[in-house]
């Protein structure tokens, strides 16, 4: 199998996937409940339900490919190319990027509002429900879509029989893809201010005078 192929197999099984989700929402929608004269649409947490389950479905079916991709260079001791490597990666953080999955529980309501009579109320968009709900929605997903990607990326780093030196940086990006942006912008200020304590000290009396005792200074490229 080429690195081209397992692009497609990967695209193949994300637009499956999808397709299977489409259909539970196509019946979830289909088998609401009409009591009396009330209209009463599906519930978000079923349709949450639905997101979860497709993306831990997409996790399962891209860790399964991999593997499949990487037994044949595991019984030949074959040391997987840049290629693959860039592709496992990009084809990851595609089809795992939070932008594909957080607005799709404002798409719900949306459509929910779409087909709900007209002269039936929605009762949880007029007491503000929605972005409740939404909130709580987004924070599940993110953490459901990092989890997928550090774990596709985690079995690919495992079962590769030899990683290329130059490959380390999945490692770099499977740690950093699992940060929340206030750890990153904390980890930037802190490497920031480390730096300015280092030149700091080294610019100070007492540590020029050590250095040129040593025939050292702080402009020779210390």
């Keep these: 199998?080429?690195?081209?192929?397992?692009?497609?197999?990967?695209e193949a099984i994300d637009a499956d996937c999808e397709r299977a989700a489409k259909m539970e929402l196509n019946e979830l929608f289909d088998g609401v409940s009409h009591s009396g004269a009330r209209y009463r649409p599906?519930?978000?947490?079923?349709?949450?339900?639905?997101?979860l389950k497709l993306i831990a479905r997409k996790e399962d079916g891209f860790i399964q490919e991999i593997v499949e991709f990487l037994k044949p260079k595991a019984a030949a001791q074959s040391a997987v190319g840049k290629e693959v490597i860039s592709t496992v990666q990009g084809i990851t953080e595609e089809m795992f990027a939070d932008e594909r999955y957080l607005d799709r529980m404002k798409d719900f309501y949306k459509e929910i509002a779409w087909k709900t009579p007209e002269h039936e109320p929605f009762p949880d968009l007029q007491a503000g429900r929605l972005d409740l709900v939404d909130d709580a929605y987004r924070t599940g997903v993110r953490e459901a879509?990092?989890?997928a990607r550090r774990n596709i990326i985690s079995e690919f780093e495992r079962h590769q029989p030899d990683l290329p030196k130059d490959a380390g940086f999945l490692s770099q990006w499977r740690h950093y893809s699992t940060l929340s942006p206030w750890q990153s912008i904390g980890t930037i200020i802190l490497l920031s201010l480390t730096s300015y304590l280092i030149a700091w000290i080294i610019a100070s009396d007492a540590v020029q005078g050590v250095l040129e005792r040593f025939g050292w200074s702080s402009g020779t490229g210390l």
Excluded at 1 to 10: G, I
Excluded at 42 to 50: L, M, Y
């Design 145 to 147: 879509l990092r989890r």
């Design 1 to 10: 199998m080429t690195n081209d192929d397992l692009r497609a197999r990967l």
């Design 42 to 51: 599906p519930s978000p947490q079923a349709a949450e339900a639905i997101w």
